[in-house]
């Protein structure tokens, strides 16, 4: 590309952009199928920001994104003003504590990310061909706002590995965690996935799913057009029912779900336990090229292993059924491991803007870098694989 200028702007309502012109940085790829995930397309940002789950009120306050160079959007980044830190799921309140108690500010902060949705993806949304001054571009624009406005800090959530090595290159700090991903190592059906395990945890596996359906219903599977109006009445007292007690309040509202069907629904999977015909718990999946994404889940009656039947083995189940690659399963929970979801690293991009706290927060990262990949590797050999070199007596 020519060196021509690349302008940075703002835009507080993504209605401005042109769907398809944000897609062809967001998603590419999805000119011949489905986008590698829906989370950062227009139709699902516009969703969160429509539903008023994103916006006045939120702590989520639009910014994003856009260069342009000789009129052409070269890239976007779903840029969000923050208050606090919730709904982040790579959490930074050690840092806000430091920073306060050194007597900083802050709060607020700048975050590219996607709200509630601690998903990998691309963080940096680059029209093909400008991938590397388009992302450039982002991030100098983006730290050049933070600084000219006195914010604390600016900070890019779940982004690919290569864009936080690209951006560790260009001077900011890059940081890792972990989540729990189950990968097809292409087993054929759910019996060769649990011919990969030990023979202890496949009876465990086993004798969950007996139990888990053993709860006096059906579960059903639903997409798409098999998704009706009414179905989202009840997956909303569910949802209601989690948020309450895992965040204090649901983050996503009533009105993204009736959105997200007429604009989502081919990108969703819904899983319901049902019985007598009424939904008693149910999960939401979104649905993107080869991974399956694990979201939310809730219940209204309680039932033995039925959580992990309706989160983790029927997401499996589909991932099998539809020859995809992974299932990501959301944030945390330690518990998945024995479930066949083996821990992953993820990663995360931080500027600070007073110096000296950057330089103490760097050398904090490389040792929790260090801290996590020695946590990652004892896991994995607590996972439910047979163990090479073994035989097994069944």
């Known amino acids: 590309m020519d060196g021509s200028t690349i302008e940075i702007t703002t835009h507080l309502n993504l209605g401005g952009f042109d769907p398809a012109e944000w897609d062809a940085c967001a998603c590419p790829e999805a000119t011949d199928g489905r986008p590698i995930d829906p989370f950062t397309t227009h139709r699902f940002l516009k969703a969160l920001q429509d539903s008023g789950s994103v916006g006045a009120g939120t702590g989520w306050d639009p910014h994003y994104l856009a260069a342009r160079q000789d009129g052409t959007l070269i890239a976007v980044a779903p840029l969000y003003g923050k208050n606090h830190s919730q709904g982040e799921y790579m959490f930074d309140h050690n840092f806000a504590h430091a920073y306060e108690r050194s007597g900083g500010r802050y709060y607020p902060k700048l975050q590219i990310a996607v709200p509630f949705t601690p998903a990998t993806g691309r963080r940096f949304l680059t029209r093909e061909g400008y991938e590397v001054q388009g992302m450039s571009a982002l991030i100098q624009g983006a730290v050049q706002i933070a600084s000219d406005n006195d914010l604390s800090s600016l900070h890019t959530t779940f982004c690919t590995e290569g864009e ?231």
């Open 164 to 394: 936080a090595l690209a951006g560790a290159e260009m001077g900011l700090l890059h940081r890792t965690s972990q989540q729990y991903h189950w990968a097809n190592d292409r087993y054929a059906d759910w019996d060769a996935f649990l011919a990969a395990l030990s023979s202890r945890k496949r009876k465990t596996l086993r004798k969950e799913r007996r139990v888990a359906q053993d709860f006096g219903g059906d579960i059903i599977q639903l997409t798409g057009d098999q998704i009706e109006p009414h179905h989202w009445d009840a997956f909303w007292e569910f949802y209601q029912d989690t948020g309450a007690r895992k965040w204090g309040q649901p983050y996503l509202t009533r009105k993204f779900f009736d959105i997200a069907h007429e604009t989502l629904r081919d990108d969703m999977l819904l899983v319901f336990a049902m019985k007598d015909g009424v939904p008693i718990a149910g999960a939401l999946n979104f649905i993107g090229r080869d991974t399956l994404y694990g979201r939310y889940w809730g219940c209204a009656e309680n039932h033995p292993c039925l959580h992990f039947e309706i989160c983790y083995y029927q997401a499996i189940d589909y991932a099998l059924a539809h020859d995809m690659a992974s299932v990501e399963a959301g944030a945390q929970g330690e518990h998945k491991l024995a479930r066949g979801y083996l821990p992953v690293t993820t990663h995360s991009l931080h500027w600070f803007k007073d110096a000296g706290f950057r330089s103490a927060v760097a050398d904090y990262l490389e040792a929790e870098r260090k801290a996590v990949d020695e946590e990652i590797e004892v896991l994995t050999s607590y996972g439910p694989f047979k163990k090479a070199n073994v035989e097994e007596q069944e």
